[in-house]
């Protein structure tokens, strides 16, 4: 805390700003070979994170008069949505394990390669563990954000890391999970020092201290130091616990990889929904979840980047918040290192916005010199005469027709709330089209390889008509569990959906899917309902038959 202190009482609206642009820079590195999707998808993801009621003056952006917008759009439904449904997809798809034909060999002596990794990738670990605590320790950055940037950081200066990561390579996985247990450490700075929580559950912590009495700021150091050290002690005893539970309990976890789909993916689902609902506890999470889901698949078959998407939605509501603050507080200064006063007297501006600058320049280099030189290569042999429209270019069109439509009806809003949604719809209406001619008429076959994401299949094992199809029914049962679910309750419809799912999608014995089904039905009920109080939305059922709703609550 005192060697922090003096660093964390000079962080103002500029430098977060500065950090929130650092976290946007992270774009280029998680584009992979994609630079140019990369930034469509970075540009649309900060104009999904401008829905809603604007900062300034309020100007209702892109609801079109949708009460669930006013708010804006929740990150669990568009996380959920672009990573887990397309992984679930592609299960119902193939129809095979997550290990499809191996054998999980889990045990406590094989883990030890992987303590072995860490001792090998020692700088690594250490390296991100201290970004882990710094950036933890900024109040305004966001736990989401953290881990995006230190896996950018690991991918851009780490050997080799650009073709490896994401294809098995450990250091991408040291690298921010270093960062995640250590940034918890680092929230706990700003929350006992000056009682500014700099996360959800430093907030929860903040109101345990005010309700025990207890005030953060010097006395946590002083009178009440023993608390603090038992914080402190605390924390280090949960790392090392967890870490042990994990260690002997991967051995049993893993076993859920060999599981067959047929069970899995009705077993997973029903929380998929439930975690999905617990948003807004509103219909529209369920619908977002299938429509980034939807989105999310078509994306990842096509070889786009999705981490990007995310990183700008994230991102975006802090760097319009800070852009606004340090503009409206300190004006175009807020650039500058120094200043000279009216006397022509010496003052110190903000050095910790250049520094982050410099920063950027160098994460951001290679990446656009290389997306450069992509560029110039492709745009030298374009070729008319193979003109040629793929999935991928019809993909790319729809970024551009949104990024168009969204530029469209954002033109009579006040300038301020306009600001970073327009520069996000113009961000994304470049890059698109630039990638958009690449992949229309690129004379070369490496426009396709430069889409290819890390970890997205190269080729599909299946025919196109067969993927195409099972993706439209497994879809399609999610569509029709909402439309269940608003007709009879949320608990009766996990239950049906589970025994249809497993009898008509799987070809299961009904006695079995009915059986599976009440477990399910019954679990979800005893923890979420009974356990949690979660309050589920009413149904038709419940309005036609208000006294069912009464005695079970669930209608």
Not at 237 to 246: D, E, Y
Request: proline share 6%; glycine share 10%; hydrophobic share 50%.
């Amino acid at each position: 805390v005192p060697l922090l202190q003096p660093v964390m009482l000079a962080i103002g609206s500029p430098e977060l700003l500065a950090f929130s642009i650092f976290g946007l820079s992270m774009v280029a590195t998680l584009s992979g070979r994609a630079p140019l999707k990369g930034l469509t998808a970075a540009g649309l993801g900060l104009m999904i994170s401008m829905v809603g009621a604007g900062t300034q003056t309020g100007t209702l952006r892109w609801t079109f008069d949708w009460l669930y917008l006013f708010d804006g759009i929740p990150l669990i439904p568009v996380t959920l949505g672009l990573f887990a449904l397309p992984e679930l997809a592609d299960l119902a798809i193939k129809r095979q394990k997550i290990t499809a034909n191996r054998k999980a060999d889990v045990s406590v002596s094989s883990q030890w390669e992987g303590v072995k990794d860490v001792f090998r990738h020692w700088w690594l670990c250490l390296r991100c563990s201290v970004m882990g605590t710094i950036l933890g320790a900024i109040p305004g950055i966001g736990s989401a954000v953290i881990d995006w940037i230190v896996y950018g950081y690991a991918k851009r200066s780490e050997k080799g890391a650009d073709k490896t990561f994401g294809h098995g390579d450990v250091r991408g996985v040291i690298a921010p999970e270093s960062a995640n247990n250590a940034k918890e450490g680092g929230h706990l700075l700003p929350t006992i020092a000056f009682g500014v929580p700099a996360g959800a559950s430093m907030t929860l912590l903040l109101g345990a201290f005010l309700l025990h009495g207890l005030t953060p700021g010097p006395d946590m150091l002083g009178r009440n130091l023993d608390v603090t050290y038992s914080i402190v002690w605390s924390l280090t005893l949960a790392n090392v616990l967890g870490g042990t539970i994990c260690v002997f309990g991967a051995k049993y976890l893993a076993k859920v990889a060999e599981l067959r789909h047929e069970i899995l993916l009705p077993l997973v689902m029903p929380i998929v929904f439930i975690a999905t609902f617990q948003a807004t506890r509103s219909w529209g999470d369920l619908y977002f979840l299938l429509a980034f889901g939807v989105i999310g698949w078509i994306m990842k078959q096509l070889g786009w980047p999705r981490p990007p998407m995310v990183l700008g939605f994230v991102i975006g509501e802090i760097f319009e918040r800070y852009l606004f603050l340090s503009n409206e507080l300190y004006g175009a200064s807020w650039l500058l290192p120094f200043t000279f006063g009216d006397n022509g007297e010496f003052q110190w501006g903000h050095p910790i916005v250049a520094v982050i600058g410099i920063i950027i320049a160098w994460a951001l280099y290679r990446p656009l010199s290389e997306t450069a030189a992509m560029l110039w290569h492709e745009f030298r042999h374009l070729n008319r005469a193979h003109m040629k429209l793929t999935p991928n270019a019809w993909f790319t069109m729809f970024t551009v027709v949104v990024a168009i439509a969204a530029l469209i009806t954002s033109a009579d809003w006040p300038a301020d709330e306009a600001l970073v949604p327009r520069t996000a719809c113009w961000v994304a209406l470049g890059a698109g089209l630039l990638n958009l001619v690449t992949e229309v008429f690129g004379a070369t076959k490496a426009v396709a390889d430069h889409g290819a994401e890390h970890g997205a299949p190269k080729e599909a094992k299946l025919p196109a008509p067969v993927m195409l199809s099972r993706a439209g029914e497994f879809f399609g049962w999610m569509a029709g569990f909402i439309i269940v679910a608003a007709l009879i309750g949320f608990i009766p419809a996990i239950g049906i959906f589970v025994v249809l799912y497993m009898g008509l999608g799987f070809r299961e014995s009904f006695v079995r899917a009915g059986a599976f089904g009440a477990a399910v039905a019954l679990f979800c009920y005893s923890v979420f309902d009974r356990g949690l109080s979660v309050p589920w939305p009413q149904s038709v059922l419940g309005d036609i038959f208000p006294m069912l709703r009464d005695m079970t609550g669930l209608l």
